[in-house]
């Protein structure tokens, strides 16, 4: 029986894509590498230090400045989210997440980002979860299960009682990994492991009402 949902923060809960992309373009850029769009989907789910490996695409740089470019990329990005507010919730997200609490339905968030609680903070979400596992909990990040495995245990549930709801294909993948019940969402409904597809985040309420 399914008793919580973990989400995917960025493209699920926020659309906060398009400042990752604005940051890393940014010290691509700088650093007279190609980057666009496609290459930008590659890292989506996946932790910055590995994103900045795609990234540079092979080109070699020192540990030091591999961890000075990192810093650049997250500075960049927290100045763009600085920006965000609560109106950048959608009220479909909002409704849903309440409908969920109030039937007694725990949710969590599982997101690689180590800027989860920052985000969260700037839209006024920061209560609005059971908990929240993020990058700055695990060694390891999507496709490995890590970080939903540490959000169902700090919600007090095994896997396999819990929907992870995911945009990114690595996000699938950990989320069969790990033994939950993968929903798809975004690009990510194309992931032959999805056991659901949705089209907004309110349609997982229609997956409890048919239990």
Not at 45 to 56: C, D, F, P, Q, T
Not at 160 to 169: F, K, M, Q, R, Y
Request: glycine letters at 6%.
């Amino acid at each position: 029986m399914i008793k919580g949902v973990i989400f995917d923060l960025d493209g699920v809960i926020l659309s906060t894509d398009e400042y990752h992309f604005l940051a890393w373009k940014q010290l691509a850029d700088k650093l007279d590498i190609p980057f666009d769009r496609e290459k930008n989907n590659l890292l989506r789910g996946v932790s910055r230090m590995e994103s900045l490996e795609i990234v540079l695409d092979g080109r070699e740089f020192s540990a030091e400045q591999k961890a000075a470019f990192a810093a650049e990329k997250n500075e960049t990005y927290r100045a763009l989210l600085s920006k965000m507010t609560p109106s950048d919730v959608s009220n479909d997200v909002k409704n849903t997440i309440s409908t969920l609490r109030s039937r007694g339905i725990k949710v969590a968030i599982g997101s690689s980002s180590k800027n989860t609680k920052f985000i969260l903070e700037r839209v006024g979400m920061i209560n609005d979860f059971d908990a929240i596992a993020d990058g700055n909990d695990i060694k390891r990040s999507k496709p490995d299960p890590e970080v939903f495995l540490v959000a169902a245990r700090r919600i007090g549930l095994a896997p396999s009682e819990c929907i992870v709801v995911e945009d990114a294909l690595a996000g699938i993948d950990a989320a069969v990994a790990g033994g939950f019940f993968p929903v798809a969402i975004g690009d990510a409904v194309k992931h032959p492991g999805a056991m659901a597809r949705i089209e907004e985040v309110s349609d997982i309420i229609a997956l409890f009402e048919k239990a």
